[in-house]
């Protein structure tokens, strides 16, 4: 908690003087996890965020972060477990071709996949990347 601290005497009749100390709850730098995407923007003592899986990745269950202190002093930070995440599936721009053969079935975003040439053509393969868009991202070899 932030505020200004206040001195008060106890006065003769039982009561104190001067008046009441204001509080106010202190801030949280809200991080930008590399595996989750919070919901909240700001936050405060106390306040907690739900973390998403970023776009390509199904959430499976959600978690909430929390603003609290920190293990090593005064310091507040907004933290929790990251959610658990499974890539989405690409299904666009699947590399197809008389000549070549892949491994790309299956694969979602964030992986990759090798496209070859088949069985009786020169041997040439690129590699394919699935995007979060579910869009695989190569040009097909030249066999």
């Known amino acids: 908690m932030g505020g200004n601290a206040t001195i008060r005497t106890c006065l003769k009749d039982g009561s104190l003087s001067g008046s009441s100390p204001t509080c106010s709850k202190r801030s949280c730098a809200v991080p930008n996890p590399p595996q989750a995407l919070l919901s909240c923007q700001s936050a405060k003592f106390g306040d907690t965020c739900r973390a998403y899986c970023r776009p390509g990745y ?40 008389d000549t070549t053969e892949n491994d790309c079935n299956g694969k979602g975003t ?24 579910a ?9």
């Open 58 to 97: 199904k959430t499976s269950s959600p978690t909430n972060w929390a603003c609290n202190f920190l293990s090593n002093g005064p310091s507040l930070g907004l933290f929790g477990p990251n959610p658990t995440c499974v890539p989405e599936p690409c299904k666009y721009n699947l590399p197809v071709g």
């Open 110 to 133: 964030g992986q990759t996949c090798l496209v070859k040439c088949a069985k009786g053509y020169y041997d040439a393969s690129v590699t394919y990347s699935c995007l979060a868009t």
């Open 135 to 143: 869009t695989f991202n190569g040009s097909l070899p030249t066999c």
